[in-house]
């Protein structure tokens, strides 16, 4: 048992669990692991995770620069074709009702009828990014990104508009489904705490930055100014996605990925195949001498520029395209992945149903603030979201190299869900000081500080429980998070339905209340997860429900 995480009865290999850090390893697992590959530097010690292949097309062979760079434009397509569209309005929901001549629920609901859009396509880009790879998918989704756009700037009316909303709803599906999935493809385990920080602070906190700027365009130069500005920004980065994002799916032999054997091998049969591939390679080095053809002949040529570009690069499994769909609304079986869509989604709902109520109760007494001024009261969630993706950028991957290095060198993703604490704290005291603070009309620098400090916990939580997931169950990735987008879709669609009556009939301080206490009971599932997650990561390795309902093949095969 390390620090209170229960081992299995059994005492085999558990997916997820893996020999991180020789330093602090016995004798004996140490020479286990002297076979294989290890970071370099100051990380020599530390063994790579997934274990790349001998491929240099193998996207864990690219450069840290080339990784970057694609992670970059990816990251940018998440955030101009992602997340700016939703809240782009926010701010000005009063102006946009007038000069439309609607009510402000109807204002609200277009940007539920976008994430209504997002979350029915998500089911179908998973498939489609398994089938084909993800690279078509984000070419696609930036084109239709910027076809939305165009159709909501030249919108006559409220129809038209709406039409512009769901179209921006189906341009973001892949970027907000894969953005997260994409950091395995990309990054190695002692990584992805940083990497992981950074989607989270796109897809929590910079729809602040969004309604900050929004409502200055809205005030000075009209609604229709932001989607004429945002136009811009999405014809680059289409540009970018076409040449600088080449696919990052990857079909690796089953013994490279070392954190999700365990199912039908365990760890010391895995070591056996390994030892006899490395013979196979020195044997194959003295061939050299006498055939230098044959030595190389199978690896694979790297890819020329040209090559890289391809929309279509074949297909990845032989699974149909409706079966993996299944597949990932199916994967609510799985108890982890249900932990993170529960945890995450429903959570960070509480941040929508804020931001939409903002631009309705901020514009009447006692505030009656313009557009602008309520976008700049969003200042203090950006700060709060920010803080809280800088501060988890900083401290993720330490910490599980810290708790890694006082468990003999073996990493459980359970260390990770530690740093849940501090962002529940901050969740459920900004929750409900939020709540007090619009019922007693109290100053509005309290008010955007305790939005602030509410979103600090939120993007921490969301943090935690991605990584948490992405770790434990990396054979899920895809399907974890377009399953956590598609609830979270659902929910946000439903928040901006009934988020404004509710907040009329119960008044804010019931409203935010019950936000509270609800996350409060939600985040108590941790402790649970905490202390048998690892047993049940060995139980579904050896009763994979997608597996037995042959929607997956086994991850260990």
């Not at 194959?284 to 199978?298: L, R, W």
């Not at 109520?357 to 505030?367: I, K």
């Amino acid at each position: 048992m390390a620090f209170g995480v229960l081992d299995p009865k059994d005492g085999h290999h558990v997916p997820g669990t893996v020999n991180l850090d020789d330093q602090a390893t016995s004798d004996n697992t140490e020479a286990t692991s002297r076979s294989l590959k290890h970071a370099t530097g100051k990380n020599s010690h530390i063994v790579l995770v997934p274990q790349p292949s001998d491929d240099p097309n193998d996207p864990l062979n690219w450069t840290l620069l080339k990784r970057n760079l694609v992670f970059g434009v990816i990251m940018l397509g998440t955030a101009f074709v992602g997340i700016v569209p939703g809240p782009i309005l926010n701010a000005g929901i009063v102006q946009v009702a007038t000069d439309l001549h609607v009510s402000f629920g109807k204002i609200a609901q277009l940007s539920g009828y976008l994430t209504l859009a997002l979350g029915a396509a998500s089911p179908l880009v998973s498939a489609l990014a398994r089938k084909y790879g993800k690279r078509p998918l984000f070419v696609g989704s930036s084109v239709i990104g910027v076809v939305g756009c165009l159709v909501a700037e030249i919108a006559p009316g409220y129809n038209q508009l709406l039409a512009g909303r769901v179209l921006q709803g189906l341009g973001s599906s892949a970027y907000e489904s894969l953005c997260l999935s994409v950091i395995s493809d990309l990054y190695f385990v002692h990584e992805r705490g940083f990497y992981v920080s950074i989607p989270i602070f796109i897809l929590g906190a910079l729809s602040n930055g969004v309604s900050i700027i929004g409502g200055v365009i809205i005030t000075n130069l009209g609604w229709k100014y932001n989607f004429h500005i945002l136009l811009a920004f999405l014809g680059f980065q289409l540009i970018l996605v076409i040449l600088f994002c080449p696919e990052t799916t990857y079909n690796r032999s089953a013994i490279y990925n070392i954190d999700r054997v365990g199912s039908q091998v365990d760890l010391r049969e895995k070591r056996n195949q390994e030892q006899a591939q490395l013979e196979h390679v020195e044997k194959a080095n003295v061939t050299v001498d006498n055939d230098a053809e044959s030595s190389f002949q199978n690896i694979p040529t790297k890819k020329t520029f040209l090559q890289d570009m391809a929309l279509y690069n074949g297909t990845f499994t032989e699974k149909s395209v409706i079966s993996m769909g299944i597949a990932s609304v199916a994967v609510v079986f799985n108890v982890i992945t249900s932990y993170n869509v529960f945890i995450s989604g429903l959570i960070m709902a509480w941040f929508v149903g804020m931001a939409v109520l903002s631009g309705v109760f901020l514009a009447g007494p006692p505030w009656t603030l313009t557009s602008a001024s309520i976008g700049y009261v969003s200042t203090g969630p950006f700060i709060g979201g920010l803080l809280a993706s800088s501060l988890m950028s900083w401290i993720s991957d330490p910490w599980i190299k810290f708790m890694t290095r006082r468990n003999k060198g073996i990493y459980e993703p359970e260390f990770r869900l530690i740093l849940a604490i501090p962002g529940t704290i901050c969740t459920v005291a900004g929750l409900v000081g939020f709540g007090a603070v619009i019922e007693k009309g109290l100053s509005v620098y309290v008010l955007s500080f305790l939005w602030g400090l509410t979103l600090f916990g939120m993007c921490i939580v969301a943090s935690v429980t991605s990584a948490y997931a992405l770790d434990a169950m990396p054979s899920l990735a895809v399907e974890n998070f377009i399953f956590n987008v598609t609830f979270k879709n659902f929910f946000f669609y439903g928040i901006t339905l009934y988020v404004i009556p509710w907040y009329q009939m119960s008044g804010p301080l019931e409203l935010f209340g019950t936000l509270a206490g609800i996350t409060a009971a939600l985040m108590s599932l941790t402790i649970p997860m905490y202390i048998w997650g690892k047993r049940y990561r060995r139980y579904w390795g050896h009763h994979n429900a997608l597996v037995m309902l042959r929607l997956e093949k086994d991850p260990s095969q």
